[in-house]
């Protein structure tokens, strides 16, 4: 394998935590926009209550994901951040004003507004977020983002627009999934876990259906990609659909670790099968990844920096998302 | 002016970062005197140091939050306003910010132990999860400012009409400058720490608040800020020599020297016409700057001369920046000679606590806190401004690396508008943080409470061990 795959595939790793660990903090503040009726306050502490701790690491993901694309593959970074930089661009304000709105919530004591008004904030900014992700990654299959293809170009098609209401669903599902789990910890909440188990049933179905709509669409609005998609992608298309309907039936038999792996396996595989179609363009028909790659000494330094580093935060995170696990008992 | 993207482009970007490091600075500082506080706390059992650090954690959580997000913000707009740039020069900058990234990591992932582990982890267990947090933002000051540092004096590069066609991968590095901007950064950091630290309780004892919270709170944050000073004087002129070597037009700014001479004197504030070389209402010492940067007179200074003026750096904001700098230093430096006296005086004669915590000090104190701030901000004004008209110094111009998209004037109004939303919501929760030592405290101690003291109690607390405590830090 050459530095360049390998770099690459470090990328869509990942970007692949990066779904699985900030994407259900984003779907988690979906699920506290959509919150309703007597339940809605307990629902929203449990999702704050489970974001606590991990949320800022599971946010690096995305950090480390776009250095590495910088350092690796500069000259199609310059490029990408010209054609997307109007969905970049919300993405990060609502990546700015869900942080903040959080720990205001968390910290403010209803010193900086009302508690409901960064409530309000930190839903609205986390649905606008992964929309505006899922748009940009599918503005780059389309092959009309190009240095001065203009603002509006990425959400120029039907394809795009429909992928970022993909990325909101799934986030959206894997959110509920891993609240159900949550819910069941404490004996406190146990009782929320049919209402996640219902929304987690709701989002699995919504997703399929979006998925549905988004594959032809996929081959009227991104050609290059959808040939190599039907070429290579099918059995990830395959591992997906099984593990989407697998969640539905282990989530309908009520085992929610179990489903927290079907879940994971079903987004991992989507996104799989989406940079195996993607390769080896970075954008498609601007700027592939073996021509935009950094000197090859460079590509070996950063390789090698990238091997020291997870050696010592894999660890760490696991850690954090061992000592989190589980309900508070008091320290040993 | 503003509207031209190019200058949008500049504003937002040295808008943000200043945004970004006023947060930032406190994500490097405050874990490195919770380590202090929280470790007293193990020690002694004093429920006093345990409502600092509960406090100080509280803070650092909204700060850290803040500077996080902020930064974000950063890593998206190296792009999206400086896509020539980063085309360019991302790889080379790979390996500092790809290890920057990594402290981050390790700066998060222990941050939500620290903040959310007091019940899950036993208390030593969670004073540990202090030190990764302290030394990863440690590390990631040192590494980001090294990219900066490469950016001021770019070496072990080969280009050939404009593109890379081979970097040394460690060259951020080791460049000249990396050692000495960084650590200037990181001292920085502990002194606007430090600093904003002992003015929030000196300011609460100003407003009568004398209890032992408020003193040994007061106490850490300024022996902090004043410990670091001398040591930051060290370092700013060892980063000066470099600035002298490798950006001389740099140095040429912030001394205000028009023309290249020997016998350079040194020029102490003052407005810089550039139309004329004069410096309006500056305090001039003959010979200063030949014998500070040779140790003799007839040493030769490069002056602005040597550059035609299109491309000189904006003097007059660098000079003011640069004396801003160094005069807030040399008073915090100033301070820090005068209460060592102090405190060698009043231990021979046997007067406790060895910091005068009456009001003149308590002001001068409480004014280390901004005046590090200011240093900072203008430490970074210098950097940045007296690089232009270069991005990267000698290589590549800030008119070449912007982006040529139009809708830079929106973006640089919405950034305006939501950090400036985000920063009076910060200051309203901060101010509601700072209430004073929990009422617990007082109760549980049968200690000082809230209310003013009368001005013996500074002599009578003498006995206390909290002051013993206090003397013990100030040493
Ligand atoms: C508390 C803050 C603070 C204080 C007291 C000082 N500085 Fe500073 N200075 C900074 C905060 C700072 C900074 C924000 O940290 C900068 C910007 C970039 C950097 O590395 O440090 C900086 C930059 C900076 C530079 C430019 C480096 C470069 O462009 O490569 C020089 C020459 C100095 N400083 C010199 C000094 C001297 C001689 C000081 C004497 C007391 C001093 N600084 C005090
Ligand atoms: C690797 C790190 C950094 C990079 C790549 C960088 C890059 C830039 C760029 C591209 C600009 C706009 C062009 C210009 O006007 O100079 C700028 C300006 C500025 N930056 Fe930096 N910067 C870095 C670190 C910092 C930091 C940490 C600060 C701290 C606050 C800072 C403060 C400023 C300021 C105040 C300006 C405006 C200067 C002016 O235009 O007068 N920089 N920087
Ligand atoms: C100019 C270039 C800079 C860039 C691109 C940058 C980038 C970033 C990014 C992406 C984050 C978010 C990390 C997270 O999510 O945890 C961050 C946070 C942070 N940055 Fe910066 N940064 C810059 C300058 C600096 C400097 C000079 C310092 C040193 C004082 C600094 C100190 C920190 C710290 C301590 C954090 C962690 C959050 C916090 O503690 O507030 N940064 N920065």
Redesign the pocket.
């Known amino acids: 394998m050459t530095a360049v795959n390998l770099l690459l595939a470090v990328i869509i790793c990942a970007l692949a935590a990066y779904a699985l660990l900030a994407g259900a903090d984003f779907g988690a503040g979906v699920w506290d926009l959509l919150a309703r009726g007597r339940h809605a306050d307990r629902e929203r502490r449990l999702i704050a209550h489970a974001l606590g701790p991990v949320w ?1 690491a599971n ?2 993901w995305l ?1 480390f994901v776009i250095v590495a694309t910088f350092s690796g593959f500069p000259s199609a970074f310059g490029l990408i951040a010209r054609g997307l930089e109007l969905p970049l661009a919300f993405a990060l304000a609502g990546i700015v004003l869900r942080g903040a709105a959080y720990v205001y919530r968390a910290y403010g004591e209803g010193a900086a507004g009302p508690e409901s008004l960064w409530s309000r904030v930190f839903a609205v900014a986390s649905s606008v977020t992964p929309f505006m992700l899922g748009v940009s990654g599918a503005a780059l299959a389309t092959g009309k983002v190009t240095a001065d293809s203009g603002p509006l170009a990425p959400f120029s098609s039907a394809f795009t627009l429909v992928a970022g209401v993909f990325a909101v669903t799934v986030t959206a599902f894997l959110a509920a999934v891993y609240l159900c789990h949550d819910a069941g910890t404490d004996p406190g909440t146990e009782d929320l876990v049919p209402v996640f188990r219902r929304k987690a049933l709701a989002a699995a179905s919504v997703a399929g259906v979006v998925s549905l709509a988004l594959l032809p669409l996929l081959y009227q609005d991104a050609p290059t990609v959808a040939h190599r998609f039907t070429e290579r992608s099918i059995p990830f298309v395959v591992l997906a659909v099984v593990c989407g309907f697998g969640s539905i039936a282990v989530i309908w038999k009520r085992r929610y670790v179990l489903a927290r792996a079907t879940a994971a396996t079903a987004v991992v595989a989507v996104l799989l099968g989406w940079a195996a179609a993607q390769y080896p363009d970075l954008a498609v028909g601007t700027a592939t990844a073996r021509d935009s790659a950094a000197g090859a000494a460079n590509l070996h330094a950063l390789l090698i920096a990238m091997g020291f580093g997870m050696a010592v935060i894999l660890p760490a995170f696991f850690v954090l998302l061992k000592v989190f696990s589980g309900p508070e008992a008091d320290a040993k | 002016m503003l509207g031209s993207t190019l200058t949008d482009a500049r504003v937002q970007t040295g808008f943000s ?1 200043a945004f ?2 006023v ?3 406190f ?2 500082g405050l874990p490195w005197l919770l380590i202090v506080t929280e470790g007293r706390w193990l020690r002694t059992g004093d429920a006093v140091w345990l409502a600092l650090t509960r406090k100080w954690s509280r803070v650092m959580a909204v ?2 939050a803040i ?2 997000v902020s ?2 913000v ?2 998206f707009e ?1 792009g999206l306003l400086w896509p020539a740039f980063m085309a360019r020069y991302g790889g080379v900058l790979g390996l500092p910010f790809t290890l920057e990234a990594f402290a ?1 990591f390790a ?2 992932i222990f941050v939500g132990l620290y903040l959310y582990g007091w019940k899950r982890l036993s208390p030593r267990a969670h004073w540990l999860t202090l030190w990764p947090i302290a030394i990863s ?1 440690t590390l ?2 040192l590494f ?2 090294t990219a ?1 540092s490469w950016m001021n004096v770019p070496t072990g590069v080969k280009e050939v009409g404009g593109k890379v066609v081979s970097a040394e991968p460690l060259a951020p590095l080791t460049g000249p400058g990396a050692l000495p901007e960084s650590l200037h ?1 990181l001292l920085a ?1 502990i002194m606007c720490t430090g600093g904003v630290v002992a003015a929030v309780y000196a300011v609460g004892m100003l407003r009568g608040r004398r209890d032992a919270y408020h003193r040994r709170g007061f106490g850490v944050g300024l022996v902090a800020v004043l410990a670091a000073a001398p040591v930051q004087l060290v370092v700013g002129d060892l980063a000066a020599r470099v600035v002298e070597k490798y950006q001389p037009a740099k140095l040429a700014a912030m001394e205000a020297l028009p023309h290249t001479r020997d016998h350079a004197p040194l020029t102490l504030g003052g407005i810089y016409d550039p139309d004329t070389g004069k410096t309006r209402f500056g305090l001039e010492i003959p010979d200063g700057l030949s014998l500070l940067t040779g140790f003799r007179t007839d040493k030769t200074i490069r002056g602005l001369d040597i550059l035609p003026a299109k491309e000189q750096p904006a003097t007059p904001v660098v000079h003011l920046a640069f004396d801003t700098m160094v005069g807030a230093g040399m008073a915090i430096l100033g301070l820090a000679a005068l209460l060592a006296v102090v405190a060698v005086w009043r231990r021979r004669k046997g007067v406790r606590p060895l910091i005068p915590l009456s009001r003149p000090w308590l002001v001068a104190g409480a004014l280390t806190g901004p005046a590090a701030m200011a240093a900072m901000l203008a430490g970074w004004e210098v950097t940045e401004a007296g690089r232009q008209p270069w991005i990267v110094y000698g290589r590549m111009t800030v008119r070449e690396a912007a982006t040529t998209s139009g809708g830079i004037g929106w973006s640089l109004a919405a950034t305006v508008l939501v950090y400036l939303g985000l920063a009076a919501a910060l200051v309203l929760i901060l101010r509601r943080l700072a209430t004073g030592a929990p009422p617990s405290l007082a109760a549980e101690a049968g200690g000082p409470g809230p209310e003013p003291q009368d001005p013996d109690e500074d002599a009578r607390a003498a006995q206390d061990s909290e002051t013993a405590e206090l003397e013990g830090a100030a040493r």
């Open positions: 800022e946010h690096v950090i | 970062l970004h490091i947060f930032a600075v994500g490097v700060l850290f500077g996080a930064g974000t950063l890593s190296f981050f700066e998060a933002g990631s000051t980001i400012v900066n950064m950091a």
